[in-house]
């Protein structure tokens, strides 16, 4: 089993950054990529970006260039840096960890609000 908790939502205005951050606990060692999915009122979940045991990273179109994510693995924390943000990047962002055995966990989620 692998627990997570996400922490770093909020509200922020267009063009602000944000740093959302998750920690991961459990069985930690066989979690094998770590990502960062969102959720908009009305929309389906979508990947946002994710990162390899190695350090691979992978970003949806809509946020690269603005959306850096990282990990520690000295800390079992992933984070999700985000700038430039948009009012479209408003949504609930979910932490998740993909392991070895190809079973999904997903953190509780964390709201991000970009208004003005």
């Known amino acids: 089993q692998v627990q997570l908790v996400e922490s770093g939502g909020g509200l922020v205005q267009p063009g602000g950054s944000l740093r959302l951050s998750c920690a991961a606990s459990?069985?930690?060692?066989?979690?094998?990529?770590m990502g960062w999915y969102r959720q908009a009122p009305g929309k389906q979940r979508e990947l946002v970006a994710f990162?390899?045991?190695?350090?691979?990273?992978n970003y949806a179109d809509s946020v690269k260039g603005r959306f850096t994510i990282s990990r520690d693995n000295a800390k079992n924390t992933v984070f999700l840096q985000m700038s430039s943000l948009k009012p479209v990047d408003t949504a609930v962002y979910y932490c998740?960890?993909?392991?070895?055995?190809?079973?999904?966990?997903w953190g509780q989620g964390t709201q991000v609000t970009v208004s003005s």
């Open positions: 990162i390899t045991s190695g350090g691979t990273t």
């Open positions: 459990g069985n930690i060692a066989s979690i094998n990529v």
């Open positions: 998740n960890a993909d392991t070895v055995a190809a079973v999904n966990y």
